[in-house]
């Protein structure tokens, strides 16, 4: 057509004439402002446009490059996703050497650390120079080297050795935060981590499982995984990102800005090419700020989009940098400060069984004693049978265990390659029968599919391992609170035939345990104090401390406050209660809100058991009394409003807390949802602070509660 073409547009159906250099002219502003696009979008995170409008503009420039090939720019963004699988994967040098970080792991190392490189600072010509620092969380991803040239995307390669690495770009390229051009044509080496969302990661895993694919373990692996692909197609499905924290070469620069003189200035330009850096950092003066920074994410750390096991620190003054150079493997300058371990490696020295006060029996890993998540661990949990069978497992085995937080230790994999063949096997029946001293009950406690998941319990209701789990519970920091009530006191009266339950504590005498190992004139007297002084307590935690099954905290709380929907008739004392309680049937049991059928039959089997009576009539006689909490009456607005607590108070303690707001006629949960009002928010509040933040919940400072509960 004499050198034009007619290019038929989606948007109102336009159809526009152009040359060739028109054409090619107007491929140019297209690319300028997908890219425009793609920084606000993905790079800034704040979308200006619309995806049908972007699509529009991606659409247009497609077609005009398959009209005129020769046209096409390499940097085209037409060219993020495409091209043939590679046959395999291409070795590449670095213009830089790449490093790795050095470790430390605690305050003592860090101030270990400055005073290192205060030292090498007096030896050298910086000594009269300030001292501050660079701080950013450390992302548990991928490193990758980007190498421009005149401002153009030349690889992208993995660090390797340090020397060389594999040439990734064509996965890379998949990347839209990612600059394939940049707005000046200068010559720079960038380095960064390569991560994968969360969201991402659970969605990748969930299609994994439908083909039978093995889920991968963590977002580090699948970003891994992603880049070594083949056909960039697949990188491209998974929606990577990648921030850039370091500049490792620069040239070709002078007339478009100034050299960075500080690690934060470095960040602040790269953010100003255009590339993506990591939010949260931060310019401490000194190492108290530093672990103050540190102290303030380890609690956080998994509520972030992406995998952070760290904060990476390094010396903020470039000349400083400069002068401290490199070890043999890692920059003097610099040093990653990481999280204490959530995984690690140990063995198996046994599997016990141990019994809960319901009777229930639950196989636990002895193991070698190992350091994960700040704390050193001797036992994980191994939850049923099932859990034995699904992981393999063999007394002997290395295991990888999990621990986060609060969270009870869990063996998560079995390392198959690790054994030796004198492993044994674990029988979990002959182990129960064992524990009971007799038989034990086989119970279907769930389904899923097709599969059930059993657990086994004592059938002797008697046995000395449930009474002195019961024992145990009765006496702990939520039920009665008894100090100097340990797991080997209560062994100990067990075995001298003075406790067999609950009431006979209540009428011990010092003269009865003085003689025993253990037990000089003070510590019988304590024990006698304590026991004494636990004779006066709240119904709800007398509830929950008699371990009726199905029984929690929080079901306590419903029953003491919803007295009246169960009968009229007044509770004043633990005679009365028995009396009360022993006619209330299943169906008046379900009329409190929130009491499900199980427990509800709970409660009605340990009521109406002559035993259980005969022991509450014992408490009675020997003093000890129940007190009722009142619920505000006044119209203050608490009324059935519910509260989450997180992180630690200073006035008060949680259960406190709890009583208060109980008091003032609200409620207490474990968890934070739409249905939450308030969430009151101590010292270290974690996660549940952010998802309050994340729904708009109110947060209330511990001043701001006191002035609200008064």
Avoid at 286 to 308: G, H, L, P, T
Avoid at 441 to 449: A, F, N, P
Avoid at 479 to 486: E, H, K, R, T
């Amino acid at each position: 057509m004499n050198g034009e073409i007619y290019l038929r547009k989606c948007v109102k159906n336009m159809v526009i004439k152009l040359t060739k250099e028109q054409a090619k002219e107007r491929m140019g502003k297209l690319m300028s402002e997908i890219d425009r696009l793609r920084v606000l979008y993905h790079v800034k995170d704040d979308p200006a446009i619309d995806d049908v409008v972007y699509s529009s503009l991606m659409d247009e420039l497609r077609s005009l490059e398959s009209m005129y090939p020769e046209c096409k720019s390499d940097t085209s963004p037409t060219g993020r996703i495409g091209g043939n699988p590679l046959d395999t994967f291409k070795k590449t040098k670095h213009k830089v050497r790449q490093w790795s970080f050095d470790d430390l792991f605690n305050y003592e190392e860090l101030i270990a650390w400055e005073e290192k490189v205060k030292r090498m600072m007096q030896k050298t010509s910086v000594s009269d120079r300030k001292l501050e620092y660079c701080c950013e969380i450390k992302i548990d991803g991928l490193k990758i080297i980007l190498t421009y040239e005149q401002g153009k995307l030349i690889t992208a390669a993995t660090r390797g050795d340090g020397v060389i690495g594999e040439d990734v770009t064509h996965n890379i390229k998949t990347i839209h935060s990612i600059p394939l051009e940049l707005k000046y044509p200068i010559d720079i080496v960038v380095v960064g981590e390569v991560w994968l969302p969360e969201k991402e990661l659970q969605r990748i895993n969930q299609e994994r499982a439908q083909r039978n694919e093995v889920p991968f373990a963590n977002a580090r692996n699948a970003a891994a995984g992603s880049i070594r692909q083949l056909d960039p197609k697949i990188a491209a499905s998974r929606k990577l990102e990648m921030f850039i924290y370091d500049i490792d070469f620069l040239e070709n620069y002078e007339q478009y800005f100034a050299m960075p003189q500080t690690q934060t200035e470095e960040l602040q330009r790269l953010q100003k090419l255009g590339f993506k850096v990591n939010p949260i950092s931060l310019q401490c003066k000194n190492v108290e700020e530093i672990e103050e920074m540190y102290a303030s994410w380890v609690d956080k750390r998994n509520d972030q989009e992406f995998a952070i096991d760290g904060v990476v620190i390094k010396v903020n003054d470039k000349v400083i940098q400069e002068v401290l150079g490199y070890t043999g493997k890692a920059p003097r300058f610099a040093i990653a400060y990481k999280f204490p371990a959530e995984r690690t490696t140990t063995v198996v020295e046994d599997i016990t069984v141990q019994v809960g006060r319901t009777g229930v029996l639950t196989p636990v890993a002895h193991l070698a004693s190992v350091h994960v998540a700040g704390t050193t661990v001797s036992r994980a949990t191994l939850h049923n049978e099932d859990e034995i069978i699904r992981l393999g497992l063999k007394i002997g085995d290395t295991v990888v265990i999990q621990k986060a937080g609060d969270i009870i230790p869990e063996v998560v994999e079995v390392l198959v390659n690790m054994r030796t063949g004198k492993e044994v096997d674990f029988d979990m029946v002959t182990e129960c029968k064992k524990v009971c001293g007799g038989e034990i009950v086989r119970d279907v406690i769930g389904t899923k599919g097709n599969e059930k998941s059993v657990a086994y319990y004592c059938k002797d209701k008697n046995s000395f391992a449930i009474q002195k789990e019961q024992l145990r519970h009765f006496v702990s920091k939520k039920g009665m609170n008894i100090d100097g009530l340990g797991e080997k006191i209560i062994e100990q009266l067990m075995g001298e035939g003075l406790v067999s339950d609950a009431a006979d504590l209540f009428e011990l005498k010092i003269g009865d345990i003085d003689h025993l190992d253990r037990f000089a004139d003070k510590s019988a007297e304590n024990l006698i104090d304590a026991i004494d002084a636990a004779k006066e307590v709240q119904l709800e935690k007398f509830l929950f401390a008699l371990g009726i099954r199905y029984v929690g905290e929080e079901t306590a709380v419903l029953i003491t406050q919803n007295l009246m929907k169960i009968s009229s008739k007044e509770i004043t004392d633990l005679r009365s209660l028995v009396t009360v309680f022993s006619h209330v049937d299943c169906e008046r049991w379900q009329s409190i809100d929130g009491i499900g059928e199980r427990a509800a039959e709970s409660l009605v089997e340990w009521f109406t058991n002559d035993k259980n009576a005969h022991m509450l009539e014992r408490m009675n006689v020997s003093g000890v009394h129940i007190k009722i909490t009142e619920v505000s009456d006044k119209n203050n607005g608490m009324s059935g409003k519910v509260f989450v607590l997180t992180g630690t108070l200073a006035s008060m303690t949680r259960d406190e807390a709890k009583e208060k707001i109980r008091a003032a006629g609200g409620k207490t949960a474990s968890s934070v949802s739409a249905k939450t009002d308030y969430v009151l928010a101590g010292e270290n509040a974690g996660s549940k602070l952010k998802k309050a933040q994340d729904l708009g919940v109110k947060i209330l400072d511990e001043s701001t509660f006191i002035q609200l509960m008064n």
